[in-house]
């Protein structure tokens, strides 16, 4: 409480607990290739929030309405040890808002090319489940976990497999042996601003995240168009704060794209 | 969202229903229509129907959950198993847990709940028949509701979805054009102190062509305004 009041204080003079400026991110992490057992994987802090995500690629039947298309599966676990505020049981709103957030700017931008994961065409097709675990909420996990599930996919490698034959049912995965690459094309970044009062903050802290009016998570590609939007916060935006807020969005969002392709690029020498 | 298809959304200036790009589909919305809650209201676009009903304040269990200095406002949204084509199994699913957050968001800033200390107001939406636009012809139904339930409010809150659909701006998307549109974007607003309450969007845009949506959004919930407040006098007039 003490915290969150100082912050807000600070805040208000024009000041970040930190010391930062409103438009400057904490010192950020990306970290690939972090699981072994995953066919991607990403950790990334900014400051002191860690989330980790895996991509785990299964077989699966196509969405009807899509039959030659791949599936995102996208799904996030506010896990218990990450803050004394989590629960452990089934995801809560803000675990699903955080999924579908995530999912929107990877899924709108196109980023994967999905047309180039069928295995039998209206029949099979792969499925990338990307997993989102929080390891330490210090506020602003939606930017975190969006950089680590798009890093996660543009590391991910496809593994072999043995297709079931006719009279089999089990498709044979060589975990371990690859294919190829995923086919990622953009690079979605969703830059989270806040409000407090006239001012306007990206990557809130944990304590700046309690005392924030609202916040508009802004997913941007690099063609500087836009993907995805969400409104959060439990108070109004002026009309005149979405303009500067998706501005400051597209300005942030090539900053952090910078970061997460000198990944993706040490990720490939390996 | 945005799946690739032959059909054709826009031909020769109108949509697959006939309307102009800006224009809203028939609109019809009654209040009192749950006489055991508080208040309650239906509002219907075109084929989308949604009923919501308000309960409260009232106390609050579990005791935990009471706020000692403010009342809460929980509100649920559900879709009928009968609603949509491909029958939707009943009880809430990812989606409708996150549409229920947003839209109790969307509403929380126009009710005074400092007013009602530990106690809480709930919402309930059921969607009765989806065609496209549901969250926010609910959140309309929602507004009106706690409106007929006579709480106090700082403003009415308007929602309504604009998008893209072959690459023209249109405003109040019905199934089809929400299906195969290359953008969807829902907003809720306090039209009187023009605040945003509410704002999602999937799709690609521009900036520019967000700002030109964007108003297109404002314009058509301050006409959504003008038709709440309307149903709201014609009700109370007979009182």
Redesign the interface.
């Known amino acids: 409480m003490m915290e969150e009041k100082y912050a807000l204080e600070l805040i208000m003079k024009g000041k970040r607990v930190d010391g930062r400026k409103f438009d400057e991110f904490r010192p950020i992490e990306i970290i690939p290739n972090i699981i072994k057992n995953a066919e991607g994987s990403a950790q990334v802090r900014f400051g002191d929030t860690e989330v980790i995500a895996g991509v785990k690629m299964k077989t699966g039947t196509p969405f009807a309405?899509?039959p030659n298309e791949g599936i995102l599966i996208v799904n996030s676990e506010f896990t218990p040890l990450a803050s004394p505020d989590f629960e452990s049981g089934p995801?809560g709103?803000?675990a699903?808002?955080l999924?579908?957030v995530v999912d929107?700017g990877i899924?709108?931008?196109?980023m994967v090319d999905v047309e180039q994961l069928v295995l039998k065409p209206e029949e099979k097709v792969w499925a990338m489940f990307v997993d989102i675990h929080m390891i330490n909420h210090q506020g602003n996990l939606i930017d975190a976990a969006s950089i680590a599930a798009v890093t996660a996919l543009h590391t991910t490698k496809i593994p072999k497999i043995e297709l079931a034959k006719e009279g089999e049912k089990i498709d044979k995965i060589l975990r371990g042996e690859y294919e190829k690459p995923l086919p990622a094309v953009h690079i979605p970044i969703t830059i989270t601003v806040g409000k407090v009062g006239n001012n306007l903050l990206v990557d809130p802290n944990l304590e700046e995240e309690k005392v924030l009016d609202a916040k508009?998570s802004i997913a941007v590609?690099e063609d500087?168009?836009?993907?995805?939007?969400?409104?959060?916060?439990?108070?109004?935006?002026?009309?005149s704060?979405?303009?500067k807020m998706?501005?400051l969005a597209?300005r942030k969002s090539a900053e952090l794209r910078e970061l997460v392709k000198e990944a993706i690029k040490e990720a490939r020498k390996e | 969202m945005g799946h690739k298809s032959d059909i054709k959304l826009i031909v020769d200036g109108k949509r697959t229903d006939g309307r102009e790009l800006d224009q809203l589909r028939e609109v019809e919305m009654k209040v009192d229509v749950v006489n055991r809650a508080n208040g309650s209201a239906m509002v219907r676009f075109g084929n989308t129907v949604a009923v919501a009903a308000a309960y409260g304040p009232r106390e609050l269990f579990p005791k935990f959950m009471q706020e000692p200095q403010s009342g809460i406002l929980r509100v649920r949204y559900n879709m009928a198993p009968f609603s949509v084509d491909d029958r939707k199994s009943p009880g809430p699913d990812r989606r409708s847990t996150e549409i229920s957050k947003v839209a109790r968001l969307a509403i929380e800033p126009s009710l005074f709940l400092e007013d009602f200390p530990k106690a809480t107001i709930d919402v309930f939406i059921e969607i009765l028949q989806a065609d496209g636009s549901t969250r926010v012809t609910g959140i309309n139904a929602a507004s009106l509701a706690l409106a007929d339930a006579g709480m106090p409010m700082r403003d009415l809150v308007a929602a309504c979805s604009v998008g893209k659909i072959d690459g023209q701006l249109v405003a109040d998307l019905n199934g089809l054009e929400d299906n195969f549109g290359e953008t969807d974007m829902a907003i809720a607003m306090q039209p009187s102190k023009n605040k945003l309450t509410l704002m999602q969007m999937d799709g690609v845009l521009t900036k520019t062509e967000f700002d030109r949506l964007f108003k297109l959004a404002t314009e058509s919930c301050k006409k959504i305004y003008e038709m709440q407040k309307k149903v709201l006098k014609e009700t109370y007039k007979r009182v």
């Open positions: 309405d899509t995801p709103e803000d699903i808002e999924s579908r929107r899924r709108e931008s196109h508009l590609r500087n168009t836009i993907c995805a939007l969400q409104k959060q916060g439990s108070k109004e935006l002026e009309l704060d979405v303009d998706i501005e597209i």
